[in-house]
């Protein structure tokens, strides 16, 4: 049990870290994806989906993007997440959303976008994605670049709507909207 707690510790100092760096440090393009994929899997970590989920031995990773985005998703596929194995799915097309637990999508058209949202409402899906447009339009987590940096956005009522749970401690770090 002990061990478990310390591993949590450094998991949220990693992320607490990571959140630091992401709000004071400009990012290559390169380095910005690899970034993003490294800050989902600890968000992974920190988020806590319905009993439904939480019996599963692995939490999907569906990715929606070009090439250096699915790539950069790649070096975290396989992870372990309080237990379960992170896999990762390289959506090419936006069918069968409901096999993910976390839907990372790097762009989409709006009217593709609400479509997606549309899809998922009612599943326990956490959608992550990049800009204000993304949480304008339903998305959970966004990233926005602003100043050659990374800034986190949580709009906490979608969380809620999919049941999920994201750690106060994370939300310490992240812009957060539509909370208490």
């Known amino acids: 049990m002990r061990f478990l707690r310390a591993k949590r510790r450094f998991g949220l100092c990693l992320v607490i870290g990571l959140a630091i760096a992401v709000k004071s ?20 970590e920190f988020t806590t989906w319905p009993e439904s989920v939480d019996k599963q031995t692995q939490l ?24 379960k194995t992170l896999k990762l799915i390289n959506m090419s097309r936006l069918t069968n959303l409901e096999i993910c637990q976390i839907l990372f999508i790097d762009e989409l058209k709006p009217s593709v976008f609400l479509q997606v949202v549309e899809q998922i409402k009612d599943l326990p899906v956490l959608t992550m994605g ?36 994201i750690s106060s401690l994370l939300l310490k770090v992240a812009n957060v909207r539509g909370g208490p």
Do not use: Y
Not at 25 to 44: Q, R, Y
Not at 143 to 160: N, S
């Open 130 to 165: 990049k800009g204000q447009a993304f949480l304008d339009g339903g998305g959970m987590v966004g990233f926005e670049k602003k100043d050659d940096k990374i800034q986190m956005h949580v709009d906490l009522r979608p969380v809620e709507k999919a049941r999920l749970k």
């Open 60 to 83: 999907n990773l569906c990715v929606v993007g070009d090439n250096p985005v699915q790539q950069a998703f790649a070096s975290i596929n396989g992870a372990v997440v309080e237990g």
């Open 25 to 44: 440090f400009a990012v290559e393009p390169v380095d910005e994806e690899i970034l993003l994929a490294a800050i989902t899997h600890k968000f992974a």
